[in-house]
């Protein structure tokens, strides 16, 4: 069972910074994609961003381009979306999901039904 654990959310004035972990508590967490998703209120769960489960693969949606970026430390199990200039806009709860599913399309990666597991989310909010 794949149990994650998302923390660093909280309250940032805005164009201040965040950086949002998520770990991992399953001993083969280098084979998993994680990816990262945010649902603001009213609307859908957006795609933010993912990282391959080697790391060699991370990606940003558009509207995050430039101000977000992804890594991960496969020997602390944990993923990290460091949030840089931010906007009220980015205001949402933000998650985390793996799923072990392999491809070298990173457009599957951006659909959050193809995502086996989740956290429960962190809240962050941007004041303007």
């Known amino acids: 069972q794949v149990q994650l654990v998302e923390s660093g959310g909280g309250l940032v004035q805005a164009g201040g910074s965040l950086r949002l972990s998520c770990a991992a508590s399953?001993?083969?967490?280098?084979?998993?994609?994680i990816g990262w998703f945010r649902q603001a209120p009213g609307k859908d769960r957006e795609f933010v961003g993912f990282?391959?489960?080697?790391?060699?693969?991370?990606s940003v949606a558009d509207s995050v381009k430039g101000r977000f970026t992804i890594s991960r430390d496969n020997v602390e199990a944990t993923v990290y979306l460091q949030m840089n200039s931010l906007r009220p806009e980015d205001t949402a709860v933000y998650y985390c999901?793996?799923?072990?599913?392999?491809?070298?399309?990173?457009?599957?990666?951006?659909?959050?039904?193809?995502?086996?597991?989740w956290g429960q989310g962190t809240q962050v909010t941007v004041s303007s």
């Open positions: 999901a793996a799923t072990y599913y392999r491809t070298p399309s990173n457009s599957y990666y951006y659909t959050e039904n193809n995502f086996e597991h």
């Open positions: 399953v001993s083969i967490f280098s084979s998993y994609t």
């Open positions: 990282s391959s489960w080697n790391g060699a693969r991370a």
